[in-house]
């Protein structure tokens, strides 16, 4: 199941552009309606077909292992070879395994990957030129928004613009055309466990069934004739059925087990497919432990590891996270303590939100040079601008 990685802001690093200017009349009336931070797509009708049919084909041979497998092998080829007394055994085995990579799969398609929340824009225009923002650029930026120049807006750390979705995704990984959906922040854990248990259940469908898969291509080229098989038991659509869903179960373990090697260590170091590149210093967002990198995806240690559920007691909330270099208080804890702190709150100290001091237009000295300026120029006063859009500008 290889991850085809959205392509993100190449060469964008560097250009410094205002964020947040008021809009024309022209494009405030394009995009009426449309939610905040959502643009236009890149997504032509050929790749969207393209994608459709991937996940078609995904989901079948998914439906086909299982059906096969209940059908064919034990309700069929077990009892033709008298080994009747395996049956509960290996139903309870593989449809254990096979029923959460199945219930993984429709989690991890349908549920949205993490668009940026309504309350990160509202907390951009709150504070204003008060947020840093840096270029987005392949670099860790740990504590720093970035700027989305298809957006037009700013956007937490570790989120990225995925082209194909067509929006800025929450600690994005990359995008997966055999889901059809962008993988990030709300559906990482169903990805990963959709990883998991689609490998087990590839092991244990080929395990249990491997000696019934050779004694059948044995029987199909007539090696082992009525020697273990009991007559007229087996038809000859059935040892085909039941072949084709040992090639697709070997199909499925060789797509499968890199995306397992690949991902599962990934998680465990808290790092995305897309982090997975960064070499401009150590990973600031490893916490210590393998445990305490991978309740960052999937809650607090619990039974819900091991369900397709949004995690219980959830850690994050995918806009701000937690560093092994935070500051800590007099305590001993975090200053941004997610257990004290929430929302913007806790925003507002993890981007270091500058504190902008603005001076009293009644309290400002009397300046006859400047006064006598504007009347010659006919410039309006500055405290005309104060209520007007405030432009927000990059910072290297």
Known sequence: MPAFESAMEAGEAGQMRPLMNSPSPGKSEEKKGAEPGFCDGDLTTSSNLFFQMTMSVTLGVFVYEGTAYNLIFLARVLPAMGKEGFIPVFFFLFNLVWGLALWAYLKAYSTDPGKVPKSWHDFVREVGPALPVVPSSAKWSPGKATYCRKCSMPRPERAHHCN???FCVLRMDHYCPWINNCVGNNNYKFFLQLVVYGSLASFVGIATSLP???????????LNEGSVWKEDSLQTTDIIAFLMFGGLAIFLAILLMPMLFTHVPLAASNVTAIEGNYDNMANP????????????????????????IMPIERKGDGVSFPRWDEPLGPDDRPIADEDVLQGDQLWRVRYKVRIMHQQNPQEQEFDPLKTLTQWWTGAAPEDEFANQPVNVGCVA
């Open 212 to 222: 019934e898969l050779i004694l059948c291509i044995g029987k199909l080229c007539g």
């Open 164 to 166: 194909v979705s067509g």
């Open 285 to 308: 967002y490893h916490l210590g432990s393998k445990i305490a990198n991978l309740e960052q995806v999937f809650g607090t240690v619990g039974p819900d590891w091991l369900l397709p």
